[in-house]
């Protein structure tokens, strides 16, 4: 079992920044890949980024790309996200998940193919 918690939600004006983290705990080891997913309300969950632990390979949702940046610290266990140039769109809670399922960095664009989630932190961007 891996355990995940996220924090450094909060408020934000657009073109702010926030940098959200995303701790893990439990049987690390076993996980090949570590992602950020997001849900606004009354929308699916939709992919965000990913990061593959060994190596660093790194794949972006094209509406983040260029001002997010995903990034982790293996000795500290932990996933970090980097929100640059927030919009208002970018409003919704910001979920960390891992994958012990060994998929290719660029097919863990859907949630399914994540086993471990954390509970979220909100992020709001205001205008």
């Known amino acids: 079992q891996v355990q995940l918690v996220e924090s450094g939600g909060g408020l934000v004006q657009a073109g702010g920044s926030l940098r959200l983290s995303c701790a893990a705990t439990?049987?690390?080891?076993?996980?090949?890949?570590m992602g950020w997913f997001r849900q606004a309300p009354g929308k699916e969950r939709e992919f965000v980024a990913v990061i593959s632990w060994i190596g660093g390979t790194t794949y972006y949702a094209d509406s983040v790309k260029g001002r997010f940046t995903i990034s982790r610290d293996n000795a500290k266990n932990t996933l970090y996200l980097q929100m640059n140039s927030l919009k208002p769109e970018d409003t919704a809670v910001y979920y960390c998940?891992?994958?012990?399922?060994?998929?290719?960095?660029?097919?863990?664009?859907?949630?399914?193919?994540?086993?471990?989630w954390g509970q979220g932190t909100q992020v709001t961007v205001s205008s």
């Open positions: 998940a891992a994958s012990d399922r060994g998929y290719s960095i660029v097919t863990l664009t859907t949630a399914t193919r994540f086993n471990y």
């Open positions: 439990g049987r690390t080891f076993s996980s090949n890949a």
